[in-house]
């Protein structure tokens, strides 16, 4: 599966130069690791945000947020954001800081 190239271009403008950020294809995608957990992806037209399980309900109230399944397993703590609904940066950014922000406080792999 082909990914959005443009989305992952702007993932990637947003999280900058920061050097414990490093990207991984997988989920036929690519995604954005912070110390090698996953904080944002992008698989087809949509975003990948892990939010945490805490706040899974709150991301999941907002426009274009839906649980992650790819194998009919929902997987809490995971959103997928359809690539419209983040059309706009400023609603991206929110995206990507809370996913950053929550892999930022993992420990490293």
Same mark, same amino acid.
């Given at each position: 599966? *082909? ?11 947003? !999280?900058? +130069?920061?050097?414990?950020? +490093? ?20 698989? $087809? ?9 805490? *706040? +899974?309900?709150?991301? !999941?109230?907002?426009? $274009? ?5 790819? +194998? ?10 359809? $690539? ?16 950053? *922000?929550? *892999? ?6």
């Amino acid at each position: 599966m *082909a990914y959005d190239e443009g989305l992952a271009e702007r993932v990637r403008a947003r !999280l900058g +130069t920061d050097p414990d950020i +490093t990207e991984k294809r997988m989920f036929g995608g690519i995604a954005f690791l912070h110390r090698g957990n996953m904080a944002v992806g992008v698989t $087809g037209d949509d975003l990948m945000v892990r939010v945490g399980a805490d *706040a +899974t309900d709150e991301a !999941l109230a907002r426009p $274009g947020a839906r649980i992650f399944d790819m +194998t009919g397993r929902p997987m809490r703590g995971w959103v997928v954001v359809a $690539g419209s609904a983040a059309a706009q940066d400023e609603v991206l950014g929110r995206w990507i800081e809370e996913g950053h *922000a929550f *892999a930022a406080s993992l420990p490293a792999k």
